[in-house]
């Protein structure tokens, strides 16, 4: 399948196998209602419940997304290469520590407001790199880690705001967080 709009998952679906959809360009995901194994929001194809993002559409033309409060780890590459993508918005609460895997939003070009949340524990490798367009982010007092070049190459990012007990130096070459750090 070169392109598809959309895919519904039938209500007697309780399985996807691992890369079904590896190359398909999809636009986004529906769930059948009355499907117990798997939910959709914004096109994206979550397990039931929103606990974990299984496939975000390589062909989606969204320019935003909201993550649900109930997910605990966004994955990594899940959202590398999101060329549309402008802004992610976490939704407010969530009683679990979130983590952001190395290269969930890798090649995110257009990516520029992201407010992570405060129950965000850790930033892998790469999870921003090459998101060129993210100018400004605030490190939440809850982060515990940031992995190796999480902000490489976001040349128009200057304003970093760190809330947590990290020590974030300016063109620190490991984090590459930004040349305007604060801590």
Same mark, same amino acid.
């Not at 993002?53 to 033309?61: D, E, G, H, K, M």
């Not at 939704?91 to 965000?120: D, S």
């Given at each position: 399948?070169?392109?598809?709009?959309?895919?519904?998952?039938?209500?007697?679906?309780? /399985?996807?196998?691992?890369?079904?959809?590896?190359?398909?360009?999809?636009?986004?995901?529906?769930?059948?209602?009355?499907?117990?194994?798997? /939910?959709?929001?914004?096109?994206?194809l979550y397990k039931a419940g929103f606990t974990e993002i299984? %496939?975000?559409?390589?062909?989606?033309?969204?320019?935003?997304?909201?993550?649900?409060?109930?997910?605990?780890?966004?994955?990594?590459? %899940?959202?590398?290469?999101? +060329?549309?993508?402008?802004?992610?918005?976490?939704?407010?609460?969530? /009683?679990?520590?979130?983590?952001?895997?190395?290269?969930?939003?890798?090649?995110?070009?257009?990516?520029?407001?992201?407010?992570?949340?405060?129950?965000?524990?850790?930033?892998?490798?790469? /999870?921003?790199?090459?998101?060129?367009?993210?100018?400004?982010?605030?490190?939440?007092?809850?982060? +515990?880690?940031?992995?190796?070049?999480?902000?490489?190459?976001?040349?128009?990012?200057?304003?970093?705001?760190?809330?947590?007990?990290?020590?974030?130096?300016?063109?620190?070459?490991?984090?590459?967080?930004?040349?305007?750090?604060?801590?």
């Amino acid at each position: 399948c070169s392109s598809l709009s959309s895919i519904t998952i039938p209500v007697n679906v309780t /399985a996807i196998g691992d890369d079904c959809f590896y190359g398909a360009s999809i636009g986004e995901f529906r769930v059948a209602a009355g499907n117990t194994a798997f /939910a959709a929001r914004d096109g994206v194809l979550y397990k039931a419940g929103f606990t974990e993002i299984l %496939i975000y559409p390589s062909a989606s033309t969204a320019e935003s997304i909201t993550i649900p409060k109930e997910l605990t780890s966004i994955k990594a590459d %899940i959202f590398t290469g999101a +060329t549309a993508l402008k802004s992610i918005i976490f939704e407010a609460g969530g /009683a679990q520590p979130l983590t952001i895997e190395a290269y969930a939003f890798q090649n995110c070009y257009q990516l520029h407001t992201v407010v992570l949340p405060e129950r965000l524990s850790t930033i892998g490798g790469s /999870a921003f790199e090459n998101c060129f367009s993210l100018i400004s982010i605030t490190i939440p007092s809850t982060v +515990t880690s940031i992995g190796d070049y999480a902000f490489s190459a976001c040349h128009k990012l200057i304003e970093v705001y760190n809330k947590s007990d990290l020590s974030i130096a300016k063109n620190d070459l490991n984090g590459m967080v930004g040349k305007n750090a604060l801590n």
